[in-house]
């Protein structure tokens, strides 16, 4: 079975400054891994996500994460935060195999990212 | 990115009522789609997951009685709340998978707030 673990619940940053969230995963076998944001009162979207190839992804709003594999981390980062980035950040893994199409996305509990002015 | 819409966005019943909500993929089939449940400042969890044209694969805990989901279509999903308690009220997110897309990406709807009397 995979986990995702999220061990920040809320991580408060000032304006314009660098923030990591961090996420490890674990599981038996290889798995995608993915980053969504939900703002309030909304579904989530979809940051980035890592499938394959290089292991440092970069996605939409400034954000980027890198995978590493020997750590079984996921974490992701942005160089400069700015107000409209508080929103709640979540973690998630799915198995690596054929049977992808019915696979599960298993969550981290998330972190709240607070941008302060 | 592909596009999930959720009706209704809200919705405020009786207890005893039962509440149907719609979850469409609108630029793309979706062979497999997923409805999830979020409690305040908690993580998505798993409800179900359903293929088109077929019944619904329920997870453990969830009364398959009490949310009735059906996949009519490649590009619509419907859960149904039946005889709703307050217990009930809560987020509930519909995501679709892509059934042509090699990535295994889920896309999110915005959700629907329920909340039952």
């Known amino acids: 079975a995979q986990s995702v673990t999220q061990l920040d619940s809320q991580v408060p940053v000032f304006e314009e400054a660098p923030v990591e969230l961090r996420c490890n995963y674990s599981?038996?076998?290889?798995?995608?891994l993915f980053w969504y944001v939900q703002y309030p009162n909304q579904g989530l979207q979809l940051l980035l996500k890592y499938l394959s190839g290089s292991t440092l992804v970069k996605g939409i709003n400034g954000f980027e994460a890198e995978f590493n594999k020997s750590q079984t981390s996921f974490h992701l980062r942005k160089p400069s935060v700015h107000i409209s980035d508080t929103a709640e950040y979540f973690c998630a893994v799915k198995r690596r195999d054929y049977g992808g199409a019915t696979n599960k996305l298993i969550f981290g509990t998330g972190t709240l990212l607070a941008v302060q002015p | 990115g592909a596009v999930v819409s959720q009706h209704p966005s809200r919705v405020i019943c009786k207890s005893g009522t039962s509440v149907k909500i719609e979850c469409r993929s609108l630029d793309f089939q979706a062979t497999t789609m997923f409805w999830y449940r979020q409690f305040p400042k908690q993580s998505l969890m798993l409800m179900a997951t359903?293929?088109?044209?077929?019944?619904?694969?329920?997870e453990q805990g969830v009364e398959k009685d009490k949310f009735l989901i059906n996949h009519a279509s490649l590009t619509l999903s419907t859960l149904t709340v039946t005889s709703a308690h307050p217990e009930d009220s809560s987020f509930y997110i519909c995501?679709?998978?892509?059934?042509?897309?090699?990535?295994?990406?889920?896309?999110f709807g915005p959700g629907t707030r329920l909340t039952v009397l």
């Open positions: 599981s038996s076998v290889s798995v995608y």
């Open positions: 359903s293929n088109e044209g077929s019944k619904a694969t329920y």
């Open positions: 995501s679709a998978r892509d059934g042509t897309s090699l990535t295994d990406t889920q896309y």
